[in-house]
């Protein structure tokens, strides 16, 4: 005799409004607007490459000075329940970024879990990228991040990227972000 068991459903949308810019700079807050401030720009735009998925048509630029934009997504107001938050689900989080053909930028990401209190339970901060287009051909890179045993108590979860250029050019030369996401994986009861 066998007998098969399935996995329950798991539910992992996508958290973040406006990953990608289709609604210009909505959804977002602009924690560093420098320079010529951020500017939402379509695919492949000036001295950029293609970008190869599916729906994503535009990206957000950065410019001479900081750029940081930040969402903090209130994951009871999502829908999940207290119990499923400290059950410890899997939350996975991406981004895509690239720079230019023809100027240097830096990249930054942190997302970080927090309590009801907004107090930190884990972070993920990586070193600042340099890109240098002697170096680097501007293609788009994509950073990816698990969070695991971060205890009990999740309830928001903090998004934040951003980054300049390194020639201080005037205009949108910094680093170009898109396809942002934010998951939160949890069995369907």
């Known amino acids: 005799m066998f007998i098969s068991y ?3 459903p798991v539910s992992a949308t996508n958290l973040l409004r406006n990953p990608s810019g289709e609604d210009q700079l909505g959804f977002w807050e602009l924690t560093e607007n420098g320079g010529d401030e951020w500017k939402v720009e379509d695919f492949p735009g000036d001295c950029g490459h293609k970008f190869g998925i599916e729906g994503v048509s535009k990206y957000f630029a950065t410019s001479f000075q900081l750029c ?3 969402q903090v997504v209130d994951l009871l107001e999502e829908g999940y329940s207290p119990e499923q938050l400290d059950a410890q689900p899997t939350v996975t989080v991406g981004d895509w970024y690239s ?5 240097g930028c830096t990249y930054q990401i942190t997302v970080r879990l927090l ?7 884990q972070e993920f901060k990586p070193d600042l990228v340099t890109l240098n287009p002697d170096c680097d051909d501007g293609s788009w890179k994509q950073v990816n991040h698990t969070f695991s045993e971060f205890g009990r108590g999740l309830r ?3 998004f934040e990227h951003g980054g300049q250029d390194t020639k201080f050019w005037d205009g949108w030369y910094g680093v170009r972000v898109t396809g942002s996401s934010v998951t939160v994986e949890v069995c369907i009861e």
């Open 115 to 121: 309590d009801e209190n907004k107090d930190v339970l």
């Open 68 to 70: 940081v934009k930040r």
């Open 6 to 8: 399935a996995a329950p």
């Open 99 to 103: 720079g230019r053909t023809d100027c």
């Open 156 to 158: 928001f979860i903090s």
